[in-house]
């Protein structure tokens, strides 16, 4: 940090477990990256070249490149094994982490319908020689999965191989762990928590409400994801309590009680 302040919540440090911060690369050209790398390295744990973009997006190979310099992990979107799984080419899609040298994969079924002993398979398969992570939940609105069943999925993804698991929200922010409106589905929320330890699950945050939501609901080092690249940055300072929204939850008591400001009544 540039200069020290009191009562600012420990951060947990890269390479990290929990506290991780994942963000959506939905095209981002090669001066973009490196802007992005100097401003922010420190702070990104893991890049999602968004769905499908790897397809279309120019110097890939160079672009990976540049992110696993600064330390920063990226993988393929998990809509693009999906793509290649409806073609019946896993073997290729594999063929393609290799090519890229990645080390994370992620798998999905958002958007094709898949057994889930299926898609347990390709975890297992793919969690061999790579770090796998595994998306629960649909990306289309008006689909309710039980609480149950979202746990009992998580459960079974985590132990066939996957070391997180994301809770599914899109870029939207609206379907999955959120109600159409961006807010959270607290009681599922909640029953997730309840089964499943927080430090495996990346819970999908594009929204700003919804990244003070889960900072305020599990601290600093909750893991969230989908993070626009510019606000990586302010993200952070929600995190450690320096923008409004956090502002009093790490002050002692006494002194946020006095500043405060009063709601007149």
């Not at 095209?27 to 744990?45: H, M, N, W, Y």
């Not at 689909?143 to 459960?155: D, F, G, N, Q, T």
Request: include cysteine; glycine fraction near 8%; charged fraction near 25%.
């Amino acid at each position: 940090m540039n200069f020290k302040l009191t009562h600012i919540p420990a951060r947990s440090k890269k390479p990290r477990e929990d506290g991780l911060t994942m963000v959506m690369d939905k095209g981002l050209s090669l001066r973009q990256v490196e802007d992005l790398i100097s401003t922010a390295e420190s702070l990104i744990d893991l890049v999602k070249l968004g769905f499908g973009t790897a397809y279309v997006t120019n110097d890939l190979e160079k672009k990976v490149k540049l992110y696993k310099q600064a330390g920063i992990r990226p993988y393929l979107g998990g809509t693009l094994f999906e793509a290649f799984v409806a073609r019946d080419n896993f073997s290729g899609y594999r063929k393609l982490l290799d090519s890229l040298e990645l080390d994370l994969a992620e798998v999905s079924d958002g958007s094709i319908v898949l057994a889930h002993k299926e898609k347990c398979r390709y975890i297992e398969r793919l969690a061999k020689d790579r770090t796998v992570l595994s998306e629960v939940g649909s990306k289309e609105s008006g689909i309710l999965i039980s609480p149950a069943k979202w746990v009992r999925m998580m459960e079974t993804e985590l132990n066939s191989g996957s070391w997180k698991v994301i809770a599914e929200a899109r870029e939207s922010g609206t379907v999955g762990i959120y109600r159409p409106s961006g807010h959270a589905h607290t009681a599922l929320v909640n029953r997730i928590l309840a089964k499943v330890p927080g430090e495996r699950i990346l819970w999908e945050a594009p929204i700003k409400s919804q990244q003070v939501w889960f900072i305020k609901q599990l601290g600093a080092n909750v893991n969230l994801g989908n993070i626009a690249p510019e606000e990586v940055i302010p993200l952070e300072t929600l995190r450690l309590g320096l923008r409004g929204d956090t502002f009093f939850d790490h002050l002692p008591e006494k002194v946020a009680s006095k500043l405060q400001q009063k709601v007149p009544g």
